[in-house]
């Protein structure tokens, strides 16, 4: 049986734009390698090769994007509906006497942390789950472990 991905309503936007990207590159690839398929006098024709590698890994791509968009749900919460911390929050914490963060607990394929948006299979994503306001985790770091407040949820 296989588990349907959760996806914010932005993030399942962002894996189709993605996809639909991947799916042209296919097609502009799958051109190229018909128009360099003539091999060179030694019988191998290295851009060729190197577009069907090229192919190949866009390819893989699709299949895994196409498989988690089949049967995936779209997260319907909206703010304030969150009680304890489960994928599609947002959390505030604040590491002990420093600066407070957010972040946005999501899936694999939509965890980017440039955006503060974090897997809920990451360490830190780990430790949030099923966490409520004021309560402490700690997080194994490369500097030791780190203990977290959560500040809010929404």
Same mark, same amino acid.
């Given at each position: 049986?296989?588990?349907?991905?959760?996806?914010?309503?932005?993030?399942y936007q962002?894996?189709?734009?993605?996809?639909?990207?991947?799916?042209?590159?296919?097609?502009?690839?799958?051109?190229?390698?018909?128009?360099?398929?003539q091999p060179?006098?030694?019988?191998?024709?290295?851009?060729?090769?190197? +577009?069907?590698?090229?192919? @190949?890994? &866009?390819?893989?791509?699709? !299949?895994? /994007? =196409?498989?988690?968009?089949?049967?995936? #749900? $779209?997260?319907?919460?909206?703010?304030?509906?969150?009680?304890?911390?489960?994928?599609?929050?947002?959390?505030?914490?604040? +590491?002990?006497?420093?600066? @407070?963060? &957010?972040?946005?607990?999501? !899936?694999? /394929? =939509?965890?980017?942390?440039?955006?503060? #948006? $974090?897997?809920?299979?990451?360490?830190?994503?780990?430790?949030?789950?099923?966490?409520?306001?004021?309560?402490?985790?700690?997080?194994?770091?490369?500097?030791?472990?780190v203990t977290?407040?959560?500040?809010?949820?929404?």
């Amino acid at each position: 049986m296989t588990q349907s991905t959760l996806f914010t309503k932005d993030g399942y936007q962002k894996i189709k734009d993605e996809l639909a990207l991947l799916e042209q590159k296919r097609e502009h690839l799958v051109t190229q390698v018909e128009e360099v398929a003539q091999p060179d006098e030694s019988g191998q024709d290295g851009l060729a090769q190197q +577009l069907k590698e090229e192919l @190949e890994l &866009v390819l893989e791509k699709i !299949d895994k /994007l =196409e498989t988690a968009l089949n049967g995936s #749900k $779209i997260l319907n919460q909206k703010k304030g509906d969150c009680q304890t911390v489960e994928l599609g929050c947002q959390v505030k914490i604040k +590491l002990t006497d420093q600066d @407070e963060q &957010v972040f946005q607990i999501v !899936d694999n /394929l =939509e965890a980017d942390p440039s955006q503060n #948006k $974090i897997s809920h299979q990451s360490p830190i994503g780990q430790a949030l789950l099923g966490k409520k306001i004021n309560d402490q985790i700690e997080v194994d770091a490369p500097v030791g472990k780190v203990t977290y407040k959560i500040i809010s949820i929404n």
